[in-house]
């Protein structure tokens, strides 16, 4: 049973464009992660939210933690192609991480 | 510092042999877990060390699949009579459980084919 639904699967965009990425459960966690991923490596952690209603700024990239901390989203904003690659979800319950069905994202240039 | 390392990066095995995989964890991490991704979706748990012991297995998929842990440090993921389906991306990842994060530091993988 997947827990963490990813929207969309998959996502190809051209440069300069914005986007937004959705995690979502009908679970509570205590935190939740968000990492990229690229072709032959391990996923690398962007941000990790802990409160609910909590809002991260990274650069371009905007991480929400719903109310409940049961859903979280990705936005992008002027995505460049080095943007590109699987976005991931991850949601802590204890010591256990569950991982999201994963975003593909493509920025074209 | 160094980071999670896992060696080999690439396996190629005969269906019915059987397989050791190895995650050398960063230094003082004393939880160490292990995922099987395939076809580059998300992650899917296997099993978690908390030092040399594992309170949870729940995610291996069969009793052919086994890991263990020495010196709360390296670890190895032991598959026995691999399966096609066995192939995949098998990651190892590790953090120290400090604070309320829960950070997890991840190797690049060994991608295991089962021909």
């Known amino acids: 049973t997947q827990l963490l639904e990813q929207s969309p699967q998959f996502l190809s965009i051209q440069e300069g464009e914005n986007l937004t990425v959705y995690c979502n459960s009908s679970?509570?966690?205590?935190?939740l992660q968000w990492y990229r991923q690229e072709p032959g490596e391990g996923p690398v952690l962007l941000v990790t939210v802990v409160t609910g209603g909590e809002v991260k700024k990274l650069k371009r990239l905007t991480f929400q933690f719903g109310d409940a901390r049961k859903d979280s989203s990705l936005h992008i904003t002027a995505a460049q192609p080095g943007d590109t690659g699987l976005y991931l979800c991850a949601g802590a319950r204890a010591y256990k991480y569950i991982f999201g069905t994963g975003t593909r994202l493509k920025v074209l240039a | 510092g160094a980071g999670v390392s896992q060696s080999p990066s690439n396996k190629v095995t005969e269906k019915g042999k059987d397989v050791e995989l190895r995650c050398d964890p960063i230094s003082g991490h004393t939880a160490l877990y292990w995922y099987r991704q395939s076809l580059g979706q998300g992650l899917e748990f296997l099993i978690y060390f908390q030092g040399n012991s594992a309170p949870d297995k729940s995610g291996l998929p069969s009793d052919r699949f086994s890991a263990e842990r020495t010196g709360g440090s390296v670890s190895t993921l032991t598959i026995q009579r691999t399966q096609q389906e066995d192939s995949a991306v098998y990651l190892c990842?590790?953090?120290?459980?400090?604070?309320?994060?829960?950070?997890?530091?991840f190797g690049p993988g060994t991608r295991l084919t089962v021909t």
């Open positions: 990842a590790s953090n120290s459980i400090g604070g309320t994060s829960y950070e997890q530091y």
């Open positions: 679970s509570v966690f205590s935190s």
